[in-house]
């Protein structure tokens, strides 16, 4: 999903990207404070009930909607700044449909690291919030000759920084609230346990986020000053539900590979093929040693990249007789296509995972011999076999 975004500058050594879907955000944003309601709610929400030039309309709308791309960003660059001083290394900062995500090395596992880090977004944005309701209302009591549509624009940007603030605080994943729960559980309990009890948490209250939309939602109360239902509530609980469980799964899988090495799960039989194999051939010899994966080496050796048995199946019969394996391997990557045999097997995965690769070839040292290769699906196998086990 983050692979189309694009890189638009780097702040305090981070880069920072725009995900495609952001830019539809920021369309609708500046769409939203050029025509939302002013006067129809108890707060006003955008500009459409003021009489102005159009050309004047959609510029202040859009430096709004660029300030607010801004307090986004410094949001995350919260969460960045905190674990960077904790030694977490920061991939890049994306912004997109939902907000934005910071890609984090390795988000701490100590407690009392992980709600510092998630923390530090909320309270930036409300300092943010809290800057900008005060000017408005310094600029109203204070009665200064100011153009309305500003300070509207001042108090919408207060208000939704403030909302954002709060919204994150929700104790459900992924917002920075569930975080911090964890967090305080991981105190007392394990990892592993202290994400099932948050988890259970951020689902109960996703269900009475629910209720809550249906009979009595707190948004519409904000807006109108009435207790009645709303489905944006509802919705985004669901959202919420969704994203629970799936950081559940996810945690899951780490902690039940924690203490595992890459030399315990790695295979050193069937690991390679030669590049100039054909592929018939190849997929005889997947078919007779039941393996779908396989490093291809050449002549002397030296590794060239996988093969694996998704690829091959995709050509047709007549080409599988005069293609040759170094037609159609992924290019090896020298760097990321490597582990080393003491390394964790967590972070096998995780390389897999962000370099889009089912295996790994693993060496004894840096420079060291080509023994083996660690798959995907030898993972998926070995945490089935200590899921039973344990
Ligand atoms: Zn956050």
């Given at each position: 999903m983050l692979r189309t975004s694009i890189q638009v500058g780097k702040l305090i050594g981070i880069p920072i990207r725009l995900h495609f879907t952001f830019l539809f955000i920021l369309l609708g944003i500046i769409l939203g404070f050029a025509n939302?309601?002013?006067?129809?709610?108890?707060?006003?929400?955008?500009?459409?009930?003021i009489e102005m030039d159009s050309f004047l309309r959609y510029s202040l709308s859009s430096i709004a909607a660029v300030l607010f791309f801004f307090t986004l960003l410094l949001h995350e660059m919260s969460h960045s700044y905190v674990a960077m001083k904790f030694g977490t290394k920061i991939h890049s900062i994306t912004l997109f449909f939902f907000g934005g995500l910071a890609m984090m090395e390795d988000i701490p596992k100590d407690p009392g690291k992980e709600w510092r880090i998630a923390i530090a977004g909320p309270l930036m944005s409300f300092a943010i919030g809290g800057i900008f309701l005060l000017t408005y209302f310094g600029i109203k009591t204070l009665n200064l000759v100011i153009y309305d549509p500003v300070a509207i624009l001042v108090f919408i940007l207060g208000f939704f920084n403030v909302i954002l603030a709060c919204f994150n605080l929700l104790?459900?994943?992924?917002?920075d609230g569930g975080r911090v729960l964890r967090a305080f559980l991981a105190k007392k309990m394990s990892f592993l346990k202290a994400t099932k009890r948050a988890v259970l948490i951020g689902k109960i209250f996703a269900v009475i986020m629910v209720i809550a939309g249906i009979i009595a939602d707190p948004v519409r109360f904000i807006l109108t000053g009435e207790l009645g239902s709303n489905l944006f509530t509802p919705l985004l609980a669901i959202f919420l539900y969704i994203a629970a469980t799936e950081e559940e799964s996810a945690t899951i899988t780490f902690a039940t590979l924690?203490?595992?090495?890459?030399k315990n799960v790695?295979?050193?039989?069937r690991t390679s093929v030669l590049e100039d194999m054909p592929i018939a051939e190849l997929a005889s010899k997947m078919l007779e040693e039941k393996t779908a994966e396989y490093a291809v080496v050449s002549e002397n050796g030296e590794l060239k990249g996988f093969v694996t048995f998704d690829e091959i199946k995709k050509l047709p019969a007549e080409q599988r007789h005069f293609l040759r394996v170094f037609d159609v391997i992924s290019p090896f990557?020298?760097?990321?296509d490597i582990i080393l045999k003491e390394e964790e097997a967590v972070e096998a995965l995780k390389r897999m995972i962000r370099n889009k690769r089912i295996a790994l070839a693993v060496k004894e040292?840096?420079?060291?011999?080509?023994?083996g290769i660690i798959t995907k699906r030898d993972l998926a196998t070995y945490m089935e076999m200590l899921k039973g086990s344990a």
């Open positions: 939302g309601p002013t006067t129809e709610y108890r707060i006003p929400l955008g500009l459409g009930g104790p459900a994943f992924p917002m924690e203490g595992i090495r890459v790695m295979r050193t039989e990557d020298s760097i990321g040292e840096v420079d060291g011999d080509f023994v």
